[in-house]
């Protein structure tokens, strides 16, 4: 299954802005190019607040995860802080908030009004694996240090 499918959303401005670069540079940007500067500009607008992130695994099972293939604590940090911008779609973590541990109940490190939250967006149905919840919903399209101050207070999705 793939995780991010249906997650990734603005082609179309991308396509609109590679038709007027061939208007102007025939066989000359591509839209890898402008991927990348779009991806550039858009933390660049964003770096001047602080630095987001934000998932929701414990922090102990992200840090064997790491362990496990030769990164230590400073590569956590430096690579988790990557969900600081995008979605996670529901089946992702879905487990957390109905079955954790196959125990039928939801995770007791989830914050309770985030858990409300995420069920909301996420029900219990399969109809909702597709929903889409902002890793970081406090500055979502705000590259800043969010996403660690979400993991401390037990607020993020999966």
Do not use: W
């Amino acid at each position: 299954m793939i995780h991010n499918i249906n997650s990734l959303r603005g082609f179309d401005v991308i396509d609109n802005i590679k038709a007027d670069a061939e208007k102007l540079c025939p066989s000359t940007v591509s839209c890898a190019d402008i991927i990348a500067l779009a991806a550039r500009d858009a933390i660049a607008l964003q770096v001047s607040s602080q630095l987001t992130c934000r998932y929701l695994h414990l922090l102990n099972k992200i840090i064997a995860k790491f362990t496990s293939k030769g990164l230590d604590i400073k590569d956590v940090v430096a690579l988790t802080g990557g969900h600081t911008i995008g979605y996670a779609q529901c089946f992702t973590f879905k487990r957390r908030l109905y079955n954790f541990n196959g125990a039928g109940n939801p995770d007791p490190a989830l914050d309770s009004d985030f858990l409300s939250i995420l069920r909301s967006t996420c029900p219990n149905v399969d109809s909702s694996n597709t929903n889409i919840v902002p890793l970081d919903s406090d500055t979502t399209y705000r590259f800043d240090n969010a996403y660690y101050s979400n993991l401390v207070k037990k607020l993020r999705p999966s």
